[in-house]
């Protein structure tokens, strides 16, 4: 097996890992707390997640797409995460009370207090996690981020148990993020310094201001809905627009958040040994689209069982949202490998600018929904998402040397691949329709469906998947491909 193959393997199982381990807990935890609660929690996060996009400054990704690795450059690293992990959980101390005040919930500051302290903690396991990344070590990140997860929906699940409220998922943060520091310094690869240092700190910084402004401005998009809806149309609205938002996101974390890193360290790679990156990066997008626009479509029409067996009937309510937003999403899918790009290539340039310009589309959009409601800020994230997804493709096209042409027909496969998977859903529709007495049922048929016809289209159009897991087999078992 390939360094590439199993890179990818390990990735996929980390993610398929977390996917069941944290829809297991969701599943218990949406079934312990109310709307209300979870509405708390997605405030806390969203400015938790704000400033977590401070946490390093780039220091891991400038690891990563770095011509070459020496103890200064990892020592520079180290002192910027160190530094940057201690003043953080300054400020969330210092914010705490404030925040509690201005959204009228005092567990907000317990919450928020009991956050920091995973903030000084982070930076002993990420820079593991970076040097980890650029030799594709994706064995042992599987492991760290599986212990992670153990930690943080063990946690939150016991202290739910036990009536505690929205502030057993902070306890279950900051578990989860101890457990990541502990095995990050278990794992650390041999000859890594320890000591932090300030030699090389400039390049480091310049760099990492590009990755950070990219951070700020993904973070901006994911959460900024959340705080302007707690605020303004209160946390039950708020919890129900975060059930539905996580239901679409859930599987975008299934593939993006597996892919992009492996994706990135590879991109470095091809580009270090002077290698043409159009091939590679219509490759990874049309990998990605095709699972993406499979679920995005399933999700669309079966929102409603989905959330009723999942997360129990009180979250019924989310489906329409979810809906709307999974359209968003299937649009971001086909540009979830620009940044990476752009990162691998060290375009910190074009990266700063097309950040820019989607922050100001998603500024604007959501302060004209948030007023109206959820599902007008539902529209808002579509909008967002499609007007973005266009920009940063375009704007990645130059440096990765693909024409739109050459882009648009290399996802034709993804579509063709998706829309005879949504074939299964469509009939679960029809039979027990948009919100089925019998939702277990629906699902079933739906589910059987839409896999059947993913895996027949994908063999059918030969599409780079089913290519990808023809070859992983043929290595596997040691024939000739």
């Given at each position: 097996?390939?360094?590439?193959?199993?890179?990818?393997?390990?990735?996929?199982?980390?993610?398929?890992?977390?996917?069941?381990?944290?829809?297991?807990?969701?599943?218990?935890?949406?079934?312990?707390?109310?709307?209300?609660?979870?509405?708390?929690?997605?405030?806390?996060?969203?400015?938790?997640?704000?400033?977590?996009?401070?946490?390093?400054?780039?220091?891991?990704?400038?690891?990563?797409?770095?011509?070459?690795?020496?103890?200064?450059?990892?020592?520079?690293?180290?002192?910027?995460?160190?530094?940057?992990?201690?003043?953080?959980?300054?400020?969330?101390?210092?914010?705490?009370?404030?925040?509690?005040?201005?959204?009228?919930?005092?567990?907000?500051?317990?919450?928020?207090?009991?956050?920091?302290?995973?903030?000084?903690?982070?930076?002993?396991g990420s820079i593991t996690y970076a040097v980890l990344m650029r030799e594709l070590r994706f064995d042992r990140?599987?492991?760290?981020?599986?212990?992670?997860?153990?930690?943080?929906?063990?946690?939150?699940?016991?202290?739910?148990?036990?009536?505690?409220?929205?502030?057993?998922?902070?306890w279950g943060s900051l578990a989860g993020t101890a457990a990541t520091a502990l095995l990050g310094m278990i794992?650390?690869?041999?000859?890594?310094?320890?000591?932090?240092?300030?030699?090389?700190?400039?390049?480091?910084?310049?760099?990492?201001?590009?990755?950070?402004?990219?951070?700020?401005?993904?973070?901006?998009?994911?959460?900024?809905?959340?705080?302007?809806?707690?605020?303004?149309?209160?946390?039950?609205?708020?919890?129900?627009?975060?059930?539905?938002?996580?239901?679409?996101?859930?599987?975008?974390?299934?593939?993006?958040?597996?892919?992009?890193?492996?994706?990135?360290?590879?991109?470095?790679?091809?580009?270090?040994?002077?290698?043409?990156?159009?091939?590679?990066?219509?490759?990874?997008?049309?990998?990605?689209?095709?699972?993406?626009?499979?679920?995005?479509?399933?999700?669309?029409?079966?929102?409603?069982?989905?959330?009723?067996?999942?997360?129990?009937?009180?979250?019924?309510?989310?489906?329409?949202?979810?809906?709307?937003?999974?359209?968003?999403?299937?649009?971001?899918?086909?540009?979830?490998?620009?940044?990476?790009?752009?990162?691998?290539?060290?375009?910190?340039?074009?990266?700063?600018?097309?950040?820019?310009?989607?922050?100001?589309?998603?500024?604007?959009?959501?302060?004209?929904?948030?007023?109206?409601?959820?599902?007008?800020?539902?529209?808002?994230?579509?909008?967002?998402?499609?007007?973005?997804?266009?920009?940063?493709?375009?704007?990645?096209?130059?440096?990765?040397?693909?024409?739109?042409?050459?882009?648009?027909?290399?996802?034709?496969?993804?579509?063709?691949?998706?829309?005879?998977?949504?074939?299964?859903?469509?009939?679960?529709?029809?039979?027990?329709?948009?919100?089925?007495?019998?939702?277990?049922?629906?699902?079933?048929?739906?589910?059987?469906?839409?896999?059947?016809?993913?895996?027949?289209?994908?063999?059918?159009?030969?599409?780079?998947?089913?290519?990808?897991?023809?070859?992983?087999?043929?290595?596997?078992?040691?024939?000739?491909?």
């Open positions: 097996m390939s360094r590439l193959h199993s890179a990818v393997t390990f990735a996929f199982l980390d993610r398929y890992a977390g996917f069941a381990l944290g829809l297991a807990a969701s599943m218990i935890i949406a079934r312990i707390l109310t709307p209300a609660d979870i509405g708390v929690w997605a405030v806390a996060g969203g400015f938790i997640a704000y400033l977590s996009t401070f946490r390093d400054l780039g220091a891991g990704q400038y690891l990563v797409q770095a011509g070459s690795l020496d103890p200064e450059r990892i020592r520079a690293a180290w002192s910027m995460q160190l530094g940057m992990g201690l003043l953080i959980a300054l400020a969330v101390i210092s914010a705490s009370g404030p925040l509690a005040s201005f959204y009228g919930e005092p567990v907000l500051r317990d919450m928020l207090l009991i956050v920091a302290g995973g903030f000084a903690l982070n930076p002993f990140i599987a492991m760290i981020r599986f212990a992670s997860a153990a930690a943080a929906a063990s946690t939150s699940i016991y202290l739910a148990w036990r009536e505690l409220g929205p502030i057993s998922l902070a794992l650390r690869p041999a000859g890594m310094p320890w000591m932090p240092g300030w030699r090389g700190i400039g390049g480091a910084l310049t760099f990492g201001s590009s990755v950070t402004l990219n951070s700020i401005t993904h973070t901006l998009i994911t959460c900024l809905p959340e705080l302007l809806l707690g605020r303004l149309q209160g946390m039950t609205v708020t919890g129900l627009y975060s059930r539905a938002n996580g239901l679409v996101t859930m599987y975008g974390r299934l593939f993006a958040d597996a892919l992009g890193p492996v994706a990135m360290a590879w991109f470095a790679e091809q580009r270090r040994a002077g290698r043409a990156l159009a091939e590679p990066f219509i490759k990874a997008t049309a990998c990605l689209c095709a699972p993406a626009w499979s679920l995005g479509i399933a999700v669309t029409l079966l929102a409603h069982p989905l959330l009723v067996v999942l997360f129990g009937a009180q979250w019924g309510g989310s489906a329409g949202l979810a809906r709307l937003l999974a359209a968003g999403a299937m649009f971001s899918a086909a540009a979830a490998m620009t940044a990476p790009l752009m990162l691998a290539c060290g375009a910190s340039a074009i990266l700063r600018r097309a950040s820019l310009a989607s922050g100001a589309v998603a500024v604007i959009l959501f302060a004209v929904g948030a007023p109206l409601g959820a599902p007008a800020m539902c529209i808002a994230v579509a909008l967002c998402a499609a007007i973005g997804a266009i920009y940063w493709i375009h704007v990645t096209r130059e440096l990765a040397g693909v024409t739109w042409l050459d882009f648009l027909g290399g996802l034709a496969p993804s579509l063709c691949v998706a829309a005879c998977a949504g074939i299964g859903p469509a009939l679960a529709v029809l039979i027990f329709g948009i919100e089925p007495a019998a939702p277990v049922r629906a699902l079933l048929v739906g589910t059987a469906g839409g896999v059947a016809g993913f895996v027949l289209a994908a063999r059918l159009v030969s599409h780079p998947l089913y290519l990808e897991w023809q070859q992983l087999r043929a290595r596997t078992r040691g024939a000739p491909e």
